[in-house]
């Protein structure tokens, strides 16, 4: 299977991508299956506004892959605005070396601003997070998200079962680096979703 830029796509990848087409999870337009991270992210966000997917039959996993007492149903089943590659704001010179520009794949806000969350889609093999004092990628986002006034913030990472739980690089191993740099933990809650669960809550 070829992604849009004709690359080969990663073999645990590609079973998500199967599942999605299995199960209808298709472009509206088209009615062809999502290949790659973008155009999976793409259709999350058009079903989850559409409400076809019940939030309460995904679980939440820590970041040391554990399932925890809520849903993702706390998070994404309250009204609220999902937005994909929301540009982040930055109003000094450390803000901007650290997130500015940057575009996370989905920033998710309630209605009444109560929560607010990241969610960094992550299907593929590798190690995209560069080793810095920030915690990566994961731990520029929760730096962002320290700014927020909502009551509830998460950092969301959304993957495949296939990579929980892996050694380096480890999309959750990355997650807890991040948040144990960033002292998070008291504040913004890591957690874990996985497509698995997603595209099993889905309804045509």
């Known amino acids: 299977m070829l992604d849009a830029r004709g690359q080969l796509v ?15 999870f298709l472009d509206p337009i088209t009615k062809l299956p999502p290949r790659d991270e973008r155009s999976i992210s793409a259709l999350l966000c058009i079903y989850h506004q559409q409400g076809k997917i019940d939030w309460a039959k995904v679980p939440l996993l820590d ?23 929301y540009t982040l704001f930055w109003a000094t010179k450390s803000e901007c070396n650290a997130y500015g520009d940057m575009r996370p794949d989905f920033l998710y806000i309630a209605s009444g601003d109560e929560t607010a969350a990241i969610i960094e889609n992550k299907l593929g093999a590798g190690d995209t997070h560069k080793r ?27 993957t495949s079962k296939c990579y929980l739980p892996e050694s380096v690089p480890g999309y959750a191993s990355q997650l807890q680096l991040a948040e144990k740099l960033q002292r998070s933990a008291a ?8 497509w698995e669960d997603v595209l099993g809550a889905f309804a045509k």
């Open 187 to 194: 504040s913004i809650r890591s957690v874990i979703i996985c």
């Open 63 to 85: 970041a040391k892959c554990q399932q925890i007492e809520l849903t993702a149903e706390a998070v994404l089943g309250q009204p609220g605005i999902l937005c994909s590659e």
């Open 132 to 158: 810095d004092h920030y915690g990566g990628q994961f731990g520029r986002y929760i730096q962002y998200l320290k700014q927020a006034s909502a009551k509830n913030k998460y950092m969301i990472l959304l």
């Open 10 to 24: 990663d073999i645990k990848s590609k079973k998500i991508y199967e599942t999605a087409s299995r199960v209808g």
